[in-house]
C-alpha cells in the first residue's frame, strides 16, 4: 500500500524564520511527488517534483526531491503571517486511467507576527 | 475562485436524509475526483470519473453514490450516512486523459463541510 509521511505534523514560528517541512514516501510505480499549500479550504498547487536533486523555486518557496531517500523538502524562506497553511504532499504513481495521488498528513505551519 | 466549485459549501444532515454535493469545473479537464478530509488523517480518494466513466471507487460504502453526467459535473448522492462520515468532501479536476503527465496535478474545490447528527 502506497504510503505519505510528513513531519513535523505541526509548526509555530514567527515571522522571517526559515522552515523545512519534511515528506518521505512509498510507492509503486513512482511518478512524481506534489506540494500543496491549503489555507482555509481549496488545496492550492505548489511543486510537481518529477526528478531528483532539482530544484523547484517560487518566490521564497522551494522544494527538492530525493528519489534515493525517498523523500522530498519543501523550503519557505523569510516566512510571513501569510504563510500559515496545511502543506500538504502528495505522490502519484504510474496508471492508465487519470491521477492516483496518495496525501500525506499535512503539516500545520503557524506564523506569527 | 480555483475553477472547480463546490456547493453547498456547507450542509448539516440527518442519518436517515438523502442529501447531494454538486462539483462543476470551468476548466475544460477531463477526469474529476471526490475526497474526503477527515481531522488529522490524509485526504482521501474517494472516487475518479475520467471521460464520465468511473475508473475508481476505493472502497468507498454505498451510501455515498457518485454521478458524473458529463465531464464537467460531478455529484456525490449521501443516504442512511453515520456520524463519522462527517468531514470535509474535496472535489478536484485534472487536465488530460490517460497515462498523461498532466493528469496529476489536480485543481481542488473549496469543498463542501457536511456534519451528519
Known amino acids: 500500500e502506497d504510503k505519505v509521511v510528513q513531519s513535523p505534523l505541526s509548526l509555530v514560528v514567527h515571522e522571517g524564520d526559515t522552515v523545512t517541512l519534511n515528506c518521505s514516501y512509498e510507492v509503486t510505480n513512482f511518478r512524481s511527488l506534489l506540494w500543496y499549500k491549503q489555507e482555509k479550504k481549496a488545496p492550492t498547487f505548489l511543486f510537481m517534483l518529477t526528478s531528483s536533486g532539482i530544484e523547484k523555486k517560487s518566490g521564497r518557496l522551494s522544494s527538492i526531491l530525493d528519489k534515493k531517500e525517498l523523500s522530498s523538502i519543501l523550503n519557505i524562506t523569510a516566512t510571513q503571517t501569510g504563510d500559515s497553511a496545511i502543506y500538504l504532499c502528495?505522490?502519484?504513481?504510474?496508471?492508465?486511467?487519470?491521477?492516483?495521488?496518495?496525501f500525506g498528513e499535512g503539516t500545520q505551519l503557524t506564523v506569527n507576527p | 475562485e480555483t475553477g472547480v466549485t463546490q456547493t453547498p459549501r456547507h450542509l448539516v444532515m440527518g442519518m436517515t436524509n438523502k442529501k447531494s454535493l454538486k462539483c462543476e469545473q470551468h476548466l475544460g479537464h477531463n477526469a474529476m475526483y471526490w475526497y474526503k478530509q477527515s481531522a488529522k488523517k490524509p485526504l482521501e480518494l474517494m472516487f475518479v470519473?475520467?471521460?464520465?466513466?468511473?475508473?475508481e471507487n476505493n472502497s468507498v460504502p454505498s451510501r455515498f453514490s457518485p454521478e458524473c453526467p458529463n465531464s464537467s459535473h460531478l455529484f456525490l448522492h449521501l443516504h442512511t450516512l453515520q456520524p463519522e462520515d462527517s468531514a470535509l468532501y474535496l472535489c478536484?479536476?485534472?487536465?488530460?486523459?490517460?497515462?498523461?503527465?498532466?493528469?496529476?496535478?489536480?485543481?481542488f474545490g473549496a469543498g463542501s463541510r457536511l456534519t451528519v447528527l
Open positions: 470519473y475520467n471521460f464520465k466513466e468511473q475508473t
Open positions: 502528495a505522490v502519484d504513481r504510474e496508471e492508465t486511467s487519470g491521477s492516483r495521488l496518495t
Open positions: 478536484a479536476s485534472s487536465q488530460g486523459g490517460p497515462g498523461t503527465s498532466g493528469a496529476n496535478v489536480l485543481t
